[in-house]
């Protein structure tokens, strides 16, 4: 699959790799997507760490034959090729749900050392500036050094050692903000 030029924006932070992919699938895929993640059973029980376990959020994972059938994994694993110069397959993959009032904390999805990466879809079938919900990444003094808004069927590939934090969204949206995940672990020789 070619994403190249779909690409919309790079960047690094603390050396490690971020990027930004726009168009890659269908909008009416994602549309049905939302409808879909909208009638999902997600339960508060997953937390950003493990000392923060009392602040849960929204999540539904997704069973390997599921999450492998969608249609965002080759453009995952194609844009993570394109972004690390390595190839990487999935081996986790879920949805986290964020309406106002929501805590979502800083976190990283990999351990250090790692060769892993994450591919964050935004799947709602519309989004407003006005309606924050973005996806912050940051250094190591703390400070934000990336940001991606959650345009709809928007792609952001990032090496999973970088702390980053989803934003809830603003009183005035009432649209759900789902973020689809695929965890990515380097393939052995790949």
């Known amino acids: 699959m070619k994403v190249e030029g779909h690409l919309t924006r790079r960047g690094e932070v603390d050396g490690r790799s971020v990027a930004v992919f726009d168009g890659l699938v269908d909008p009416a895929e994602i549309g049905k997507l939302a409808q879909m993640l909208e009638q999902s059973p997600f339960t508060r029980t997953e937390s950003a760490r493990p000392e923060t376990r009392q602040y849960r959020h929204w999540v ?11 249609p965002l994994l080759a453009p ?3 844009a993570a090729l394109l972004v690390s110069g390595r190839r ?3 081996y986790r993959a879920y949805c986290n749900y964020a309406a106002y009032g929501d805590v979502l904390l800083t976190h990283t999805d990999a351990q250090p050392g790692a060769e892993e990466f994450t591919a964050l879809w935004f799947l709602s ?3 407003n500036l006005e309606w924050g919900g973005e996806t912050l990444f940051f250094d190591a003094k703390g400070d934000a050094a990336f940001v991606a808004s959650p345009r709809p069927g928007r792609l952001v ?4 050692r970088i702390t980053h934090c989803g934003r809830p969204p603003t009183r005035i949206c009432h649209a759900s903000r789902f973020t689809f995940a695929y965890k990515l672990e380097r393939v052995p020789g790949g």
């Open 60 to 70: 539904i994972n997704l069973e390997p034959a599921v999450a492998q059938a969608l």
């Open 88 to 90: 990487h397959r999935e």
């Open 157 to 160: 590939i990032f090496d999973g």
């Open 125 to 127: 079938s519309e989004w």
């Open 76 to 78: 995952s694993l194609a």
